[in-house]
């Protein structure tokens, strides 16, 4: 007769680390795109009924309460101001849309002289960004 040998006991227990792996990628892409949703100031934003969810353009020009502006989350003053964002436009071959967003505060004055300075740099389409009302 022929011998099989002793029969062994197989492991009944899962791999648990390619679960893990996958559950902390998950985590980290979580993490990581939750910091880039958010906005880069903390602006009051003034609300809108009638407001339309756009893409969001390349170039953003931001208006704090205080009046500091920045471009692409880079501090710029005024001065300074037309000539960066006509850089920026110009290196744009199809679209140069910018978007506005302006603190509550913010006197309307001043944001009507930064929306002319950039339709003076080339800008050809400026969103103002809200926030929906609800």
Do not use: C, W, Y
């Amino acid at each position: 007769m022929i011998d099989f040998g002793e029969h062994v006991a197989e492991r009944k227990s899962l791999d648990l680390t390619p679960m893990l792996d996958v559950v902390f990628l998950l985590l980290i892409f979580f993490l990581l795109t939750s910091i880039f949703a958010r906005p880069l100031l903390p602006l009051d934003l003034p609300e809108a009924a009638s407001g339309q969810v756009l893409q969001e353009p390349e170039i953003s020009l931001s208006i704090q309460r205080d009046g500091t502006l920045d471009l692409n989350g880079d501090r710029v003053i005024r001065e300074e101001l037309a000539e960066k964002l006509a850089v920026l436009l110009s290196a744009r071959t199809r679209e140069r849309d910018v978007s506005l967003r302006s603190d509550r505060g913010v006197p309307f004055g001043q944001v009507v002289e930064i929306m002319d300075l950039a339709k003076q740099a080339g800008a050809e389409n400026i969103s103002v960004v809200t926030d929906q009302k609800p």
